[in-house]
């Protein structure tokens, strides 16, 4: 463990000097695609002007004998994509593979001046996060890097939950945390066959009336993913850094997506995992707060003052703790208002609705 006094010296001579608040930038959807795949890579360009961030996968999902084609590919893409305002991020193969050296070694020298964050899968505990974070700051170094690379892993081992505060403070690189329900429902042996969202068979049901157990008793299907999502958005909230929703494989139900993310933004999320066009308008409008609360937001806000005290708003107490509840809300929207005009009207046609 390193000494307090030394957690944000550089971890190389010459490497850049770690950030020391993790930006809060829009990433409500990070839409994956495989750069060795034609027809995806083709679509970014298009894809970087909808999306938040756009992430280049080179782990599971890229078949083993496309894994160079695919790090080529990225590299590549970054070198003649423009961005804009779009994050790029890339998912390396687990630090057990015989790809992640080269994938590290390649793009942080060839596109580490384009790439903002590498997500690392199958994180076990703070030791997979120190190995990135020492041997990204000697490729920084080499690369002549002026900007640190952030890091953002993936829970989907029980170990990682297990260790997910430990791993959320590993480093000041650390950028946020996803949910990979897939790895690890496998990881605790668990009796599902799906990659996220909830299961029929996993659900709570009312008591009996009297003798009779078969008539009348309603169940309620429940969340596998609450107690997960909701330690790692607790570890993220008390690091300083971002908590997210991993991958809905069913991409045909669009409904069930729609409400696994919508669980997740209410918990504390700030967004999801794309894998498909389809699953980027769902993530956009279940991730950007809804006008009208927005406007209650800026409304309590306006009411409060000075923050303190307690007033009374169309029949509900406010005080010190709503205000703070409503900041979150209404700092969301205006970060995500600078990046969506269409969102930022919508906004303000509410709130003025809202204290007219
Ligand atoms: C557990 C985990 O690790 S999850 C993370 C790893 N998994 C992934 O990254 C999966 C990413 N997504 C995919 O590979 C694909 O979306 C699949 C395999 C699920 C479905 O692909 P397809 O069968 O081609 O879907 P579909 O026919 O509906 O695609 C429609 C169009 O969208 C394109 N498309 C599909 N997914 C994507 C994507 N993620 N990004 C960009 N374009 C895409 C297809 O190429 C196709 O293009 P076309 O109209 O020019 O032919
Ligand atoms: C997200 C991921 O990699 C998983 O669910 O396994
Ligand atoms: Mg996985």
């Known amino acids: 463990m390193r000494s307090p006094k030394d957690f944000f010296a550089p971890l190389a001579v010459g490497a850049p000097d770690p ?4 930006p809060a930038l829009p ?7 495989d750069p060795s795949n034609e027809k995806m890579a ?35 893409i970054a070198k003649s994509t423009d961005f804009g305002a779009t994050q790029l991020w890339t998912r390396i193969n687990s630090l057990d593979s015989p790809w992640v050296l080269d994938d590290l070694i390649t793009l942080v020298t060839e596109i580490g001046d384009k790439l903002d964050v590498i997500m690392v899968p199958k994180v076990e505990g703070a030791q997979d996060i120190h190995y990135v974070d020492r041997l990204l ?7 002549g890097l002026r900007r640190p690379l952030l890091v953002h892993a993936i829970l989907e081992t029980a170990s990682g939950v297990a260790n997910v505060e430990e791993i ?22 668990m009796k599902t066959t799906r990659v996220g969202g909830g299961h029929p068979g996993y659900l709570v049901r009312t008591d009996p009336v009297g003798d009779d157990l078969e008539t009348g008793r309603t169940t309620y299907q429940q969340d596998l993913w609450h107690y997960t999502v909701a330690r790692m958005v607790d570890a993220c909230a008390m690091h300083g850094i971002l908590p997210y929703y991993g991958p809905f494989g069913d991409i045909r139900d669009v409904v069930a997506c729609e409400d696994q993310f919508r669980n997740a933004f209410l918990l504390g999320c700030v967004g999801t995992w794309t894998l498909h066009p389809v699953q980027i308008d769902i993530a956009r409008r279940v991730f950007s707060p809804d006008p009208k609360d927005v406007a209650w937001a800026r409304r309590v806000i306006a009411a ?3 923050g303190t005290g307690a007033v009374m708003i169309d029949g509900k107490m406010q005080d010190d703790a709503s205000v703070k509840q409503c900041r979150v809300v209404a700092e969301l929207a205006d970060a995500l208002a600078t990046r969506d005009p269409e969102l930022a009207k919508a906004y303000d046609e509410a709130t003025k609705e809202a204290l007219a």
């Open 27 to 33: 990433s409500r959807m990070i839409h994956f695609f």
């Open 304 to 306: 409060m003052g000075d």
């Open 42 to 76: 083709a679509k970014v360009p298009d894809l970087a002007k909808k999306v938040d961030v756009l992430l280049g996968n080179l782990e599971d999902a890229v078949r083993a004998d496309r894994k160079e084609a695919a790090r080529n590919g990225l590299v590549s």
């Open 137 to 143: 700051a000697q490729l920084e170094a080499r690369a």
């Open 168 to 189: 959320a403070g590993a480093s000041p690189r650390m950028q946020g945390i996803s949910l990979g329900p897939a790895d690890l429902a496998a990881s605790r042996r």
């Open 19 to 22: 950030v020391r608040e993790i």
